[in-house]
């Protein structure tokens, strides 16, 4: 915005000025012309009036006259004064920026996920008896065993619009988003190999079974028996945006200070997933519910473990920035105040698929293998949280209008559900279609809410860092 008021400025200067001069050098010059005969003289020395003839300063102007630099509206998308800013060709600029538009490239960490138990297994030693993936017998080696698994690179993105309406405090939007879906575990066997969920089973209501649980396991795949697939996924989604009113409180040629002051939503999106297929071989048959599967049937379980952690706060931070020749660098320290919403989604079910001459069309029933009735549904928590944020940007000048940057990400999250912290493998077997036993007085009851594993929401921390690549636009 052209600071018009300074060009009037210096256009009256020069009308007073030229109005006033010539009344000066008049009156200072009146002298009496010597005889007309007489040859002019001239002093030796000719020197101008020094003194009040001829005063040194420049006009002076009135009250209705902004003095210079006093007034301005600034802006506070200018990077450290004036000395950040260039025109296209080369010349520095002098005024501030009224709209940025920025758009970045994240590359991001994050905290580690975990489960909490093992979920496969296989034996060295194959035997239907005493060695089938239980993890209690001697010849099971665990597959994919409880703990901390790395994410890995998490990709995404970052838009930040910002405006600057004249004396009004400037307003800046950011969104971004990121997204991690990764495949834990996948294999499928013809029976040449043991593939097993491992379980502890028990009968809360009949202390003779499963008392303590009994270490046992849900088979995919066995020599001879049953052959299967299974695989393993999660998918981590993280997104938010925040609002900011934006107020300078104090710049140099060379660097410049602000205030942030707004509002920050933050979502965290987890996710397990376990999705299993077994097929009996020759006559051999599985229990899917109160009856037994017919050659050529196959059953599949899934079990979905999901979170939800939604932040709504209130948000503080300061801005500075430094320049030189087109470089600049600024530094941004946000935290942000307010309460977590954390939900916790179990659902799993069992679905069987008849032979591929049936016309009958597949059977589901609810409860998967680590899914069931007893912690199946939504469970909600709040906590109050905090979520701080640190972010650097190293930027050059291209031209007035345009700037690229470098630049990386320090965030935290002070309290999370995770999904893999959700899981257990302690069953009452009546709550599995696949795991319950008819033939040993445990028949499948799926309007049973007895005994682990409950559903509980385990909260923790999350936190990530990266780098981010972007381009900004501004006038």
Not at 73 to 86: A, H, I, K
Request: proline share 8%; charged share 15%.
């Amino acid at each position: 915005m052209a600071r018009w008021w300074k060009r009037w400025e210096m256009i009256a200067a020069g009308l007073l000025g030229m109005w006033s001069w010539p009344a000066e050098v008049k009156a200072q010059s009146a002298f009496t012309p010597p005889p007309p005969t007489s040859a002019p003289t001239f002093a030796a020395d000719p020197k101008a009036p020094q003194g009040p003839d001829f005063p040194n300063v420049g006009p002076s102007f009135g009250p209705n006259f902004p003095n210079p630099g006093q007034g301005d509206p600034n802006s506070p998308f200018s990077r450290g004064g004036d000395s950040g800013l260039w025109e296209d060709d080369g010349s520095r600029a002098t005024e501030p920026y009224w709209f940025i538009l920025r758009g970045e490239y994240l590359n991001w960490r994050m905290s580690n996920a975990k489960l909490a138990t093992p979920l496969i297994t296989t034996s060295l030693a194959p035997n239907l008896t005493n060695n089938f993936g239980a993890l209690n017998q001697t010849a099971t080696q665990i597959v994919l065993d409880s703990g901390n698994f790395n994410i890995g690179e998490v990709l995404g993105g970052r838009v930040t619009m910002g405006v600057a309406l004249g004396y009004l405090p400037a307003i800046e939007g950011t969104g971004f988003w990121l997204n991690r879906n990764q495949r834990l575990f996948s294999a499928n066997s013809d029976g040449g190999m043991v593939l097993a969920r491992p379980l502890f089973l028990s009968n809360f209501d009949d202390p003779t079974f499963g008392n303590p649980p009994l270490p046992s396991a849900y088979i995919i795949s066995f020599p001879g028996s049953v052959n299967g697939g299974i695989q393993v996924q999660s998918n981590l989604n993280l997104w938010g945006f925040e609002v900011n009113g934006v107020a300078n409180l104090g710049k140099s040629d060379v660097a410049s200070l602000d205030f942030l002051l707004g509002y920050r939503y933050v979502e965290l999106r987890e996710g397990v997933s376990i999705n299993d297929l077994v097929a009996p071989q020759g006559t051999n048959f599985l229990f899917f519910g109160a009856k037994q599967t017919l050659p050529g049937e196959f059953v599949t379980t899934i079990d979905n473990f999901g979170t939800r952690n939604q932040f709504n706060g209130g948000q503080v931070g300061f801005r500075g920035s430094l320049s030189y020749w087109r470089f600049n660098v600024m530094v941004d320290t946000k935290i942000a105040l307010g309460m977590m919403r954390e939900e916790l989604n179990i659902n799993g079910s069992s679905t069987l698929y008849h032979t591929t001459l049936s016309t009958r069309p597949p059977e589901t029933l609810p409860g998967g293998v680590l899914a069931v009735a007893s912690n199946s549904g939504l469970t909600v928590k709040n906590e109050f949280a905090i979520v701080p944020e640190l972010g650097v940007q190293l930027g050059f000048q291209i031209t007035r209008n345009w700037r690229a940057f470098v630049g990386g990400n320090l965030f935290y999250i002070s309290s999370v559900a995770r999904a893999g912290d959700s899981i257990s493998n302690n069953l009452d077997s009546r709550l599995g279609p696949t795991l319950s036993r008819p033939d040993l007085g445990q028949p499948f009851d799926p309007t049973l809410r007895t005994g682990p594993p409950n559903a509980q929401v385990r909260s923790t921390d999350f936190w990530g860092y990266g780098f981010s690549l972007g381009l900004e636009f501004a006038f």
